[in-house]
């Protein structure tokens, strides 16, 4: 029991005072993540609500494609995103494995499934409801995307946020990619699981500290910017 104390009350300190060390992990650990979900939210919010409100042959079979992608194993993304960046792979020419770049792109491969079909759930019933009219007005099919996004904005928003959860919690495939390097790939994730392995509980301890103070604060200011409390959406 004293050496789980120490911990917590070391871990406390090192957030307290702003470890260099713990800075630089939690500030890329932020970078990463939320340049990933930009590039998966850019993709997926269209495609979800594309796959709303256009019938074509094999939308079914997309649909069950995209949710199947949302369990894809994340040591699995990991592999082949490695063996295409490699340098025997067609992308090692770019020279970016080990390197952010690469590990933004594995959590975008891992998040766009979930964000995608998230979306798809909830413009389907917002579909529903502006079909008459967004019809009636010959609206093509971009306007009709613009549109349902804008007024689904709010669950949108909730769709954006799983896909953060899922990208900042990440290990196995940033593991990967990244190679945990000290100063330039290591992240909250991969650095606890470090700290946990040497035996620094302390640090870990703070690592996930951050991680959770993230994880809540990215979630009030989703809730901020949707203005549900606001507006009695709460």
Aim: proline letters at 3%; one cysteine or more; a positive charge.
């Amino acid at each position: 029991m004293n050496d789980i104390y120490e911990g917590l009350v070391s871990a406390f300190w090192l957030v307290v005072s702003l470890d260099p060390d713990l800075m630089d992990i939690s500030l890329r650990s932020l970078q990463v993540s939320l340049t990933a979900l930009v590039i998966a939210s850019a993709i997926a919010l269209p495609l979800g609500t594309f796959l709303a409100i256009r019938r074509f042959r094999f939308r079914r079979l997309t649909i069950s494609l995209l949710n199947a992608l949302m369990g894809l194993p994340p040591v699995v993304v990991g592999l082949i995103v490695y063996i295409l960046l490699s340098r025997s792979g067609p992308f090692g020419v770019f020279g970016l494995l080990f390197t952010p770049t690469a590990m933004i792109i594995a959590q975008v491969v891992i998040i766009t499934p979930l964000i995608a079909s998230i979306t798809h759930q909830a413009m389907r019933e917002l579909w529903a409801e502006y079909h008459d009219l967004l019809i009636s007005l010959n609206t093509t099919n971009w306007q009709r995307i613009k549109t349902l996004i804008w007024d689904g904005r709010r669950n949108l928003l909730t769709a954006s946020l799983a896909g953060f959860g899922r990208a900042i919690g990440e290990v196995g495939a940033i593991m990967i990619v990244g190679g945990n390097i000290d100063n330039a790939t290591r992240v909250l994730t991969t650095a606890i699981a470090l700290e946990t392995g040497k035996g620094d509980f302390a640090l870990a301890l703070a690592l996930g500290f951050v991680l959770i103070a993230l994880a809540i604060g990215i979630n009030i200011c989703i809730h901020w910017l949707s203005r549900t409390e606001r507006e009695g959406r709460w």
